[in-house]
């Protein structure tokens, strides 16, 4: 997933699928696992949505 964020710039975040246990009952779920930030090179390509 890309996101843009006013501080950083464009933001590529890597999720992984994680199991839990809640009240005995596993559950699974989707944790962000680390956070690359684009160089501007491949930032450029991308298109700011509509504010």
């Not at 933001?11 to 199991?19: A, D, G, K, N």
Request: hydrophobic share 45%; charged share 20%.
């Amino acid at each position: 997933m890309t996101i843009y964020t006013r501080l950083l710039g464009w933001v590529f975040i890597t999720f992984e699928l994680r199991m839990g246990k809640r009240d005995g009952n596993e559950v699974w779920h989707w944790a962000a696992a680390r956070a690359d930030l684009l160089p501007p090179a491949l930032s450029e390509d991308i298109t700011l949505p509509h504010q």
